[in-house]
C-alpha cells in the first residue's frame, strides 16, 4: 500500500489532502516569509490516528509538521522541505468543564475563543487571551507556551496547564492529563512538552485550570516625559492594593503612526510627550465616584514623576483608550515596510539597552517600541524607508536585528519573549542560549524522537 | 593523591568530615528511616568547587548525594551506600535582593528563613513556608519543589523560580540564571531541575520572584456534618471576592489527639462534628466592625451547610485556631506508632476515596485525615495500637498503604503531593507514573548522569 492509500484507509478520503491549495493553506503560518512546500495534509479526529500516523511516520522515515491554527510568528508551523502536515483542527471537542475542580479539559483542536466562552457559561474565567483567540487552538498554544494579554496578572500558558496527552514520536500515546494541583512524583515530564513547539511530540489533549471571574477592570493612561518616570510608576503600581492586569507602553513614535491611521485616536493629551503608559487594574471594592486610580495617579503627580494623565471613566474610553495601544501593530504594518522582535529584557537594563540600541547605525531604519513594560517585554519594530527596495530593507535589517540581539546577549535578554524561535530565530537561539544549553535540547530531542520526524529545522 | 588528599586540597581540612558523628548527621534526613551510610561529607563554598568534586566523582564513579537542610521527609537527602556527602550548608550568602525587577538571587544554602527575613526587609514578601523554614534550604526548595502553606495562594515552587544555576553529573555548570518573565528560547530546561530530587544535578543558585506584602489575614473556623459540606463551602470561598489562602480541613477523630495533648485548645465548639475547617482570607478592604467572613459563613448558614462557625477576632484568636490545625501532627506523633502519607486528588474523587478507604481491613490500625483541602492535598495517618510491636506495626501498615496506593491509582491522584519519593516511595511511583513515563524519566537521567553518580537510588 502507498503512503497516501495507507492513510485514506486510516483517515477516509475527505482527511487525506493532496491539492495545492490546501498544501498551500495547511503548508505555512502567518510569517508569511516561506514558500510553503508540504507533500500531505492529514486530519485525524483523536489521538489514536495521531497515534497511528506518527507510528507509522516514524517507521517511513516521514517527516511530520504538526498544525494548529496556525497563527504562529515564530514560522513554527510551516511546511519548508516536502513534510506531511498532521492537522488537530477536526480535534475540536471540549470534553469536560468541572466546575468544582475549576479547570477545562478539550481536545488540542479548540480554538482559544471557544474555551474562553465553555469557561463564560460555567461562570468560571478562562486566563489566557490572544489578538488570535479566533484562530489560535489549544495544542499551539500549549506547544508554544503562549504568553498573551493577560501575563502580568496570570502569567503564561505553562501557569494554567494541569495536564496534557500528548503522542511520542514512535506512536505511543503519553497520557500525562491528571488534574492534580500538588504531584511531586519525579520529574515533571509534561513541562517539557509545553514550548517544545512540535518537536518532541503532539500534543492531542490539555486540561486547563480556570479561574473565578475577574472583578471589573479600570485605565488610565498617562504621559510621561522620561522613561525612568515610567519605571517609577509601574514600582508604585505594584504597591497598590489593586491587583495590575496590564502596563502597557508605546512612544511617541508609535503614537504618531497610530494618528496617522487612526486620527480618531489623537487628541487625548494636549502635548506630545516622549512616553505614554496604559494602566489596568483589577478592583475589587472602591469609593462609590472616584476612580480607583486616582489616588496612585496623584502621588505619581505629586513625587513629579507624571506629565499628565487622562482616567476612562465610561466603556467607550475604555475601549478608546486600549485601541491607542492595540492599533500600533497595524499602523506599522499599513507602512509596508516592516520587521519586528519581541524582546523581554531585566527590567532595570531596559533603558540601558535602548540607549545601546539608539547609538547603532541604522541607515535609514526607523526603530519604534512599545509592549508589555510590567514583563519587561518590549516589541521592537524595524520601519524601512517608505519607496525603499523590499529586499534591500531586508538585508538592512537582518544586519541591524543582529547588533540588536548581541545587545540582547550582553543584558541577558530573551531573542523570543513568547513567539518561540521555530525556524525564524533558529539561526539567532545562541543569543539568548549557551551552547550547553543547547546541546542538552539536541539530546532530549534525540532521546524522545531518535529518528528525527518531528517538526524537522525548528529551534534547533 | 587519594579521594580524601585531593577533596583537602580543593576545600580545606575543615570541609572534608570523616569522623563518624559527621557521617551519622549528613547521612540522613527527618526521615530517620534507614541507618546512614556515607563515606565522606564535603563543604563546598562556590558553584567552582561544586563543579571539581562532581568531575573528579564523575570521573572515578563515586556516588553523591547533594545535601541541604535534610528536612525532607522522603528520604531524598539519605546516603545509603557508602556516597559522599556534598552539603551546600556553606554556600549560604544572599547575593541580591532586586527592588524594581521584585527577585532575590542567592546561594543554594540559605535558609527559607533568611530569604523571608531578606525579602521583608526590601519590603517584599517571599511566598513560600514551610514549617522547617529555620533549617530547610533554597537548593531543597527547588531540587524538591516544595509546595508549603501558601500553595492555595501562590503555588508551589516552581511557579517562583526566575532562574538557577546547576553543577552537572560531570562538573559543568549549567547557569539558567537569567531574571526573565518571559522566555520562549526551547524547552524550559530548569523545570527539569526543579523536583528532580538532586538526582540530575547540583543546584548552586536561584532566584526567586518576590511578591508584593500580603493584606491583613483573616481566619474562621467552621464545623460541617458531612465531607460534601465542606466542598460547598470550599466552592463558596472560591467565589468571593477576598484572596483565599488557606482552606484547611481536620476531622473529629484528629482534633481529639490534639485535645489530648494540648487540652487548652479544645472548647471551640460546644458540640463536636465530624469534620472542622479553617479559613483564611487575604483582605484588601473590609467594612469596619465587620468581620471580613460574616458574609460568607451567614450564606453558609443559609444554605444549611454550616454546622457552627466561630471568627478568629483578635490576634490570640487568630493564632489559637491555627494551632488546632498546626499541633495535628505532633499529636499524632506522641502515639509513638504513626506513619504517614501526603496524598493529593481530585476534589470530586476525594470522598469516593476516604469510603474506599474505610472499607479496606485495617486490623486495629486507626486511619486520620486532615490536611489542605483546597489543593486536595490530604495528609492520612495511620495510627497503630498504642502498646503493640512496632516491627509488626511497619508490616501492617505497609500492606495497608498499598491498598490505600491501589485507591489512589484508581482516582488518578498522587501518592507524593509535595514530599517527593527519594527512597521510601520509589518502590511505589507506579501507582502515580506509567511505564512510560519512568522509561523517559531514566532516559532523561542517563543523557544527564551517564554515570549514574548522582543521588543513586532516589525517585526510581
Keep these: 500500500m502507498t503512503t497516501v492509500a495507507y492513510f485514506i484507509s486510516l483517515l477516509g478520503k475527505d482527511n487525506v489532502l493532496e491539492d495545492p491549495e490546501a498544501l498551500a493553506i495547511y503548508g505555512t503560518d502567518w510569517t508569511r516569509r516561506y514558500p510553503p512546500n508540504a507533500s500531505l495534509v492529514l486530519r485525524p479526529k483523536t489521538a489514536q490516528e495521531v497515534s497511528k500516523i506518527l507510528a507509522y511516520c516514524n517507521e517511513h522515515k516521514l517527516s511530520v509538521v504538526p498544525s494548529g491554527g496556525r497563527t504562529g510568528l515564530a514560522g513554527g508551523a510551516v511546511a519548508l522541505d516536502g513534510e506531511i502536515v498532521v492537522s488537530v483542527e477536526r480535534m475540536n471537542q471540549i470534553l469536560e468543564v468541572n466546575i468544582q475542580e475549576m479547570w477545562i ?45 493577560k501575563f502580568i496578572r496570570y502569567g503564561g500558558m505553562r501557569n494554567h496547564v494541569l495536564g496534557i496527552e500528548m503522542v511520542l514520536a514512535d506512536g505511543r500515546i503519553l497520557d500525562m492529563n491528571a488534574s492534580l494541583q500538588k504531584d511531586n512524583c519525579g520529574y515533571d515530564l509534561k513541562q517539557l512538552f ?131 495601544r492595540e492599533n500600533i501593530t497595524e499602523s506599522l504594518a499599513r507602512t509596508g515596510r516592516v520587521h519586528k522582535n519581541d524582546l523581554t529584557l531585566p527590567l532595570g537594563s531596559l533603558e540601558a539597552f535602548m540607549k545601546s540600541v539608539s547609538a547603532l547605525p541604522k541607515g535609514g531604519i526607523e526603530v519604534i517600541y512599545f509592549g508589555h513594560l510590567g514583563d519587561g517585554n518590549i516589541h521592537i519594530n524595524y520601519i524601512g524607508p517608505a519607496n525603499g527596495d523590499v529586499e534591500a530593507f531586508r538585508r538592512d535589517v537582518r544586519v541591524l ?20 524561535i521555530g525556524c525564524i530565530k533558529r539561526e539567532d537561539l545562541h543569543y539568548s542560549r549557551s551552547e550547553l544549553e543547547i546541546e542538552i535540547m539536541r539530546k532530549i530531542k534525540a532521546v524522545l524522537d531518535p529518528t528525527g520526524i518531528l517538526n524537522p529545522g525548528k529551534i534547533f
Aim: hydrophobic share 40%; charged share 15%.
Design 401 to 420: 536585528e543582529k547588533k540588536v540581539f548581541e545587545c540582547i546577549a550582553h543584558y541577558r535578554g530573551s531573542i523570543s519573549a513568547e513567539h518561540g
Design 194 to 324: 509545553i514550548g517544545s513547539e512540535g518537536t518532541l511530540g503532539i500534543i492531542t489533549q490539555g486540561k486547563i485550570r480556570l479561574m473565578k471571574k475577574p472583578q471589573p477592570y479600570f485605565v488610565t493612561l498617562i504621559a510621561v516625559d522620561t522613561f525612568s518616570h515610567l519605571l517609577s510608576v509601574l514600582a508604585l503600581c505594584r504597591k497598590s492594593t489593586h491587583t495590575l492586569t496590564a502596563f502597557e507602553f508605546f512612544t511617541d513614535a508609535a503614537y504618531q503612526h497610530v494618528k496617522t491611521c487612526f486620527p480618531h485616536l489623537g487628541g487625548v493629551f494636549s502635548d506630545p510627550h516622549p512616553f505614554y503608559g496604559l494602566i489596568e487594574v483589577e478592583v475589587a471594592s472602591h469609593t462609590q465616584g472616584e476612580h480607583p486610580l486616582f489616588r496612585l495617579i496623584e502621588e505619581a503627580f505629586s513625587c513629579g514623576i507624571l506629565a499628565d494623565a487622562v482616567f476612562a471613566e465610561n466603556a467607550e474610553q475604555f475601549s478608546r483608550f486600549w485601541s491607542m
Design 105 to 149: 479539559c478539550a481536545q488540542a483542536g479548540v480554538p482559544l475563543a471557544a474555551l474562553q466562552d465553555a469557561a463564560k457559561k460555567a461562570g468560571l474565567f478562562y486566563p489566557m487571551d490572544l489578538g488570535s483567540k479566533g484562530s489560535c487552538q489549544l495544542g499551539g498554544n500549549l506547544a508554544t507556551n503562549a504568553g498573551g494579554l
